[in-house]
């Protein structure tokens, strides 16, 4: 469901440095089995979660904030947001 939906929402958009590493975490995660997809079920949950991805790959926030953040609107991801942090965050 989480990447679904990231697909469906990115691949509407204009192609940007933030588009293609959203693309790029997406992979990832889709191949990662050990990955907990965070629930994005609502278009305000998508909505807040793609606001806090950018805000963090656009250096806005630190990863610990995204983390904290994530975790308090999600419980029990927290390893999923950190994950998604680093991938990110990553070069």
Same mark, same amino acid.
């Given at each position: 469901? /989480?990447?679904? +939906? ?11 440095? /933030? ?54 609107? /999600?419980? +029990?991801?927290?390893?999923? /947001? ?10």
């Amino acid at each position: 469901m /989480f990447a679904a +939906g990231l697909m469906t929402a990115t691949s509407s958009m204009a192609a940007s440095a /933030f588009d293609n590493k959203m693309q790029s975490v997406i992979v990832h995660v889709k191949a990662d089995p050990a990955y907990k997809a965070i629930p994005l079920e609502s278009s305000s949950d998508r909505s807040w979660f793609f606001q806090q991805s950018e805000a963090l790959f656009k250096k806005r926030i630190t990863k610990e904030q995204y983390v904290a953040e994530g975790a308090k609107q /999600f419980p +029990g991801y927290e390893a999923s /947001f950190t994950e998604l942090a680093d991938l990110l965050t990553a070069s």
